[in-house]
């Protein structure tokens, strides 16, 4: 088996993911990650899946075509290229940043740049805005990797700076005590 990686864009609708997962199902693929969203009426979906090697891309994307047609739908496969040894991940921690703050333009780019500066991965990202200056209206969350390496302290008051300078009430929290918090 091989790996791909398909991206899937369109207007939202039910049964999107039903045509995804059927069309690869049909051809003997097996779908190994998901991540799918609806940002406002759009649907966004990433799919890494293990398809036969006799399987040509190829293939497979005239197959997703013809069964996705009249859906309206952009797709886009490529191959997952394996991660040699030397580019393995370091030992890392996850830690859960939120921010929440009056919305204005460059506040995912102004965060990030200090989450980047920090070689800091963001592993997930998710955004509500909806506009005006109510902070509870307005919330960033960034799921990020810290490499062990990384001074954490001087990140954490780097992002509070940060924070404190573009309005928002920064939150760091590890992602375990995140979550023990946040579970239903």
Do not use: W
């Not at 966004?44 to 994307?61: K, N």
């Amino acid at each position: 088996m091989k790996k791909v990686i398909i991206s899937v864009l369109g207007q939202d609708r039910p049964g999107i993911i039903a045509a995804i997962a059927r069309i690869l199902f049909e051809n003997d693929g097996n779908i190994e990650n998901v991540s799918q969203t609806s940002l406002q009426s759009e649907f966004a979906g990433i799919f890494i899946v293990a398809i036969p090697d006799i399987l040509a891309q190829a293939d497979l994307e005239q197959r997703m075509a013809a069964a996705l047609d009249g859906m309206d739908l952009q797709v886009h496969i490529k191959p997952v290229e394996p991660r040699h040894e030397a580019e393995a991940p370091a030992a890392v921690e996850s830690f859960i940043i939120t921010t929440r703050g009056p919305d204005q333009k460059g506040l995912v780019a102004r965060v990030t740049e200090v989450i980047a500066r920090h070689n800091v991965n963001v592993t997930n990202c998710q955004a509500v805005f909806k506009g005006g200056d109510d902070p509870n209206s307005n919330i960033m969350i960034y799921e990020v990797d810290i490499p062990a390496e990384t001074d954490q302290q001087t990140l954490f008051s780097d992002l509070r700076h940060k924070g404190a300078e573009l309005h928002l009430q920064v939150s760091i929290q590890h992602r375990d005590i995140f979550e023990t918090l946040n579970r239903i």
